[in-house]
């Protein structure tokens, strides 16, 4: 029983910034991986960014110099820096998380948030 929320999204201009926050609240026992997706009207759901449980990151090469993710393990938490917005990175931006909940089962599950939706006007 495991619920993400995610916060931080809205309209901005283009070159502005935004701060993309998701928790993590419940039945938590390691997170795994932490990550962010994004969809926009009429494409796929891409990658944007994720980050490891050891640090280790991924970028889309869209994104890449421009996002950062970062996480607070100590918080359930992770977040997505997003300078120099574009209009493309207008989109509905999901947050996604893989972890153990049992203190004992090796069984992994990957949930996902409600979506927070970015705007990036020219």
């Known amino acids: 029983q495991v619920q993400l929320v995610e916060s931080g999204g809205g309209l901005v201009q283009s070159g502005g910034s935004l701060r993309l926050s998701c928790a993590a609240s419940?039945?938590?026992?390691?997170?795994?991986?932490m990550g962010w997706y994004r969809q926009a009207p009429g494409k796929e759901r891409e990658l944007v960014a994720r980050?490891?449980?050891?640090?280790?990151?991924n970028y889309a090469d869209s994104v890449k110099g421009r996002f950062t993710i970062s996480r607070d393990s100590a918080r359930n938490t992770v977040y997505l820096q997003m300078n120099n917005l574009k209009p493309e990175d207008t989109a509905l931006y999901y947050c996604?998380?893989?972890?153990?909940?049992?203190?004992?089962?090796?069984?992994?599950?990957?949930?996902w948030g409600q979506g927070t939706q970015v705007t990036v006007s020219s």
């Open positions: 996604n998380m893989n972890m153990n909940t049992d203190r004992y089962l090796e069984t992994r599950y990957t949930y």
């Open positions: 419940g039945s938590i026992f390691r997170i795994n991986v």
């Open positions: 980050i490891t449980s050891s640090d280790f990151t």
